[in-house]
């Protein structure tokens, strides 16, 4: 698994490809009848936002870091709870775990906001669409949320712990160099 995520984290384009083919494999699944080219197209057309966005929030990761390398081993080590040693390589941890908690900030509230939308399309597609879509949207709603909400607060105690740490070993170093 370590060796995709590394894969997956050097070639962001892997990952909108993986992406748009699993999002339209299921919108297939939900709406059969449509043709699978289509919807792939659909897909892509309707993904261009959300991957502007991304590729904006990873250049921003990638100052912070220094490199997309630097940037994967960076996010091995956060993954597994390992404090980096070397100086230059704290002060980037330090700079992606500050900006990606800043980022986080309004997790709960938005949280709140896409069970409420996913919830309504569901609602939505029972009392218009057919029992297919409706168990469909179902089953993608309570999926997807859940999660989102054990992925997000996972990835919140890592961002916390690291913090603590970076901070912790700060703390310490700080008095000795004032010292020396």
Do not use: Y
């Amino acid at each position: 698994m370590e060796r995709v995520n590394t894969l997956l984290g050097k070639h962001i384009w892997l990952q909108f490809a993986l992406g748009i083919l699993v999002g339209s494999a299921l919108m297939v699944l939900l709406f059969p009848g449509r043709s699978i080219l289509s919807v792939v197209i659909r897909m892509t057309v309707v993904s261009i936002g959300s991957i502007a966005v991304v590729l904006a929030a990873r250049r921003k990761e990638k100052r912070a870091a220094g490199s997309t390398d630097t940037l994967v081993v960076l996010d091995r080590k956060l993954r597994k709870g390992d404090v980096p040693t070397d100086p230059a390589e704290r002060d980037a941890m330090r700079a992606l775990v500050t900006q990606r908690l800043h980022r986080t900030r309004h997790r709960v509230p938005a949280l709140v906001f896409l069970v409420v939308l996913f919830c309504s399309v569901t609602v939505l597609t029972a009392m218009t669409g057919g029992l297919r879509p409706t168990i469909g949207l179902a089953l993608l709603t309570v999926l997807f949320i859940g999660w989102l909400t054990v992925s997000g607060s996972r990835n919140q105690r890592r961002l916390r712990a690291m913090d603590a740490a970076l901070e912790s070993e700060g703390a310490t170093r700080s008095p000795a160099c004032s010292k020396a």
